[in-house]
């Protein structure tokens, strides 16, 4: 079992950047794939960013080009750096935590086993 625990979220300003980083316990790090998952009020979870255990990485359509997925094994420590945020962007955000994962399924919420209790953004316009 692996222990995720987020910080780093806050209050930014429209086109502002802010970066959220998750420190994971428990596990061998270097074998996770590691996630950053997003959910709005009144709206389901979604995707944004994941890394697999190798450093392939996959992006939401809404965050690419903005959004930058990271990973430090030394530190067992993932990263989320957002720059240009907007308002659409608010959201609590969930690291994730998933053994053996593929490159091609780093979008698939169901595949995560371990989560973090989320950390807010908030963009204001």
Do not use: H
Not at 18 to 23: M, Q
Not at 72 to 79: I, M, P, R, V
Not at 99 to 113: F, I
């Amino acid at each position: 079992q692996v222990q995720l625990v987020e910080s780093g979220g806050g209050l930014v300003q429209a086109g502002g950047s802010l970066r959220v980083s998750c420190a994971a316990s428990g596990r061998t790090f270097t074998s996770l794939a590691m996630a950053w998952f997003r959910q709005a009020p009144g709206k389901e979870r979604e995707f944004v960013a994941g890394i697999s255990a190798i450093g392939r990485t996959n992006f939401a359509d809404s965050v690419k080009g903005r959004f930058t997925i990271s990973r430090d094994n030394a530190k067992k420590t993932a990263f989320l750096q957002m720059n240009s945020l907007q308002p659409e962007d608010t959201a609590v955000y969930y690291c994730a935590a998933a053994a053996s994962l593929s490159s091609d399924l780093l979008y698939s919420e169901s595949k995560y086993q371990s989560w973090g209790q989320g950390t807010q953004v908030t963009v204001s316009s």
